[in-house]
């Protein structure tokens, strides 16, 4: 079985572009978590979806966004770049209920990084 | 809301040395804790749980945790630590619809 994809691998953009994210989950995995690990921080959840719908955000604004495609993979978008954005961006994929098993598949990340 | 709390940003210990990752968590009727590791240039990857049951449980490369209802905490443990254990852990917690993170531990194996 395929593992987690993620794309591109690095990246740099500048304040103000906008960036999108692409992630292949897991063959059989039905849920894509997306997580924004800024440097020396611990992965901060940005949201998750499920069977193409969002289905639980944390703290992020507006201008991230997602999209999760009916063979579940994904993209996360962020519009209006701003410095603070520069960060590894993180998917996982998982069966529902991965959040209550720990059962999150990740891939290596996206580094963005904003100027 | 749940949340994590890693004491120590790193913790450098000689090989075969026993090693200490220290993990606290907030307070909560239930709760589903996690360690996960990020090897160099990898995702991370999902060490051991404590969803129920037994207090300790064990990884299948020697690490274990115990969970500390009294003292909130879920210590990762390993007896004799090798050069491959060289990583970043994140202790991690399970709230609702997601998985929160702790802000990680650097292990830094010395020769």
């Known amino acids: 079985e395929?593992?987690?994809?993620?794309?591109?691998?690095?990246?740099?953009?500048?304040?103000?572009?906008?960036?999108?994210?692409?992630?292949?989950?897991?063959?059989?995995?039905?849920?894509?978590?997306?997580?924004?690990?800024?440097?020396?921080?611990?992965?901060?959840?940005?949201?998750?979806?499920y069977r193409e719908e969002e289905n639980g955000r944390g703290n992020f604004p507006p201008r991230f966004s997602g999209l999760q495609f009916p063979n579940y993979s994904s993209e996360l978008n962020v519009n209006a770049l701003e410095l603070d954005d520069s960060a590894l961006y993180l998917c996982a994929s998982s069966l529902e209920g991965g959040e209550y098993t720990g059962e999150l598949f990740f891939g290596e990340g996206s580094r963005l990084t904003v100027l | 809301?749940?949340?994590?709390?890693?004491?120590?940003?790193?913790?450098?210990?000689?090989?075969?040395?026993?090693?200490?990752?220290?993990?606290?968590?907030?307070?909560?009727?239930?709760?589903?804790?996690?360690?996960?590791?990020?090897?160099?240039?990898q995702g991370l990857q999902l060490?051991?749980?404590?969803?129920s049951g037994s207090t300790l449980v064990e990884s299948i490369n020697g690490f274990e945790a115990e969970f500390n209802k009294s003292q909130t905490s879920f210590h990762l443990r390993k007896p004799s630590v090798h050069i491959s254990d060289t990583a970043e852990y994140f202790c991690a917690v399970s709230d609702s619809d997601k998985i929160i993170f702790g802000k990680g531990t650097r292990l830094h194996i010395l020769p």
């Open chain 1, 2 to 49: 395929t593992g987690v994809t993620q794309s591109p691998t690095h990246l740099i953009k500048t304040r103000g572009q906008q960036v999108t994210l692409r992630c292949s989950s897991q063959s059989g995995h039905n849920t894509v978590s997306w997580y924004q690990q800024a440097l020396g921080q611990g992965p901060q959840f940005i949201f998750q979806y």
């Open chain 2, 1 to 41: 809301a749940q949340s994590v709390t890693q004491l120590d940003s790193q913790v450098p210990v000689f090989e075969e040395a026993p090693v200490e990752l220290r993990c606290n968590y907030s307070s909560s009727v239930s709760v589903y804790l996690f360690w996960y590791v990020q090897y160099p240039n």
């Open chain 2, 47 to 51: 060490l051991l749980k404590y969803l």
